[in-house]
């Protein structure tokens, strides 16, 4: 096994002067899964590429274990690659496909046979090891394509958005395979998806792209709970995070008919900057429902400044039933303009289409970002 490194990695396609990739650096540990996310067009499945030896590295340079492999053709990486369409041989059986890369390199038919038998064990697929592809269905393709990498026994696997071509439940449970799978193995793993649930739910660690630049490398929770900067805060979690700019007051920041209190420092690292607004940003199950007049209930969670329900009043457009929880889809009026917000709610309890909700965000959950730069202000 061995630990995977950008340094500085660049990636700039022939006749374009914006890189693709811009100065990637990211440490990978030994036998870690980390996941590349971000949305279209964002370097993601490029710096997988330059990984793989399948793009050139215009600058900076990629390591596996204490080899620098920046120039190193594919094959001489000890990298194993599954791609989104699976890339099996039609001709040939499951068996055979899974072997064939050890057949190339010329590894003797009982040794590759044995070597198919308990990748095929591991990956449940002994049954189908006669068949051709055409035979099996989507989900089993993959765990083919898995199939195929594992006997290599590489250093490092590679996964290009493997799970893409799935139906949504098959999504699901092959993505805990691979996840099972991979903490089984031991074996670094470099996965890329557009799918930020996948990402959250799959890596050790999640690395966020946007416009080639990396914008935050974190646990799960870590990049849940405390975002790097408003692109994060946006793309991370379903549903997204509330991002509201509202103005700077004292004792903490303008929030509807309500004074909401949050971190003082980052209130005074914007003032020092010269804005006058912060963004805020609310994940949906922050917020609490204040009964319509019911001030004192919102007291313990803001100040109320009028004689007008507590918070911000928002009218509700759409209402996801999901059994144990809600989702309320509403728009508010927040500075002269209508911005859309979702809230969780109580399952048992969700409002009719149309009607008015005032929310407030719960003391000490908020996340304070600055309106101008983008960057997170609060601790």
Known sequence: M??????????????STKPAVDGLD???EDGEFLVLVGPSGCGKSTSLRMLAGLEDVNGGAIRIGERDVTHLPP???????VFQNYALYPHMSVADNMGFALKIAGVNKAEIRTKVEEAAKILDLTEYLDRKPKALSG?????????????????V??????????????RVSTRTQIASLQRRLGITTVYVTHDQVEAMTMGDRVAVLKDGLLQQVDTPRNMYDRPANLFVAGFI??????????????????????VVPVNR?????????????????????HFDVVEAGG??????????????PAGLAISVNVVEELGADGYVYGSAEVGGEHKDLVVRVNGRQVPEKGAQLHVVPRAGESHVFSTSTGERLSD
């Open 2 to 15: 061995a630990s995977v490194t950008f340094d500085k990695a660049t990636r700039v396609y022939p006749g």
């Open 26 to 28: 990211i440490e990978i």
């Open 75 to 81: 094959k001489d990486r000890d990298i194993a690659m």
């Open 139 to 155: 989900g089993q393709r993959q765990r083919v394509a898995m199939g195929r990498a594992i006997v290599r026994e590489p250093q």
């Open 157 to 170: 696997f590679l996964m290009d958005e493997p799970l893409s071509n799935l139906d949504a439940k098959l």
């Open 237 to 258: 979690g379903s549903p997204a995070m509330n991002l509201v700019e509202v103005p700077i007051t004292d004792g903490g920041v303008k929030f509807g008919n309500s």
């Open 265 to 285: 420092e980052a209130l005074k690292t914007a003032s020092d900057k010269g804005d006058r607004t912060v963004t805020v940003g609310v994940r949906p199950e």
């Open 295 to 308: 001030a004192e209930a919102a007291k313990s969670l803001a100040k109320d400044v009028s004689d007008a």
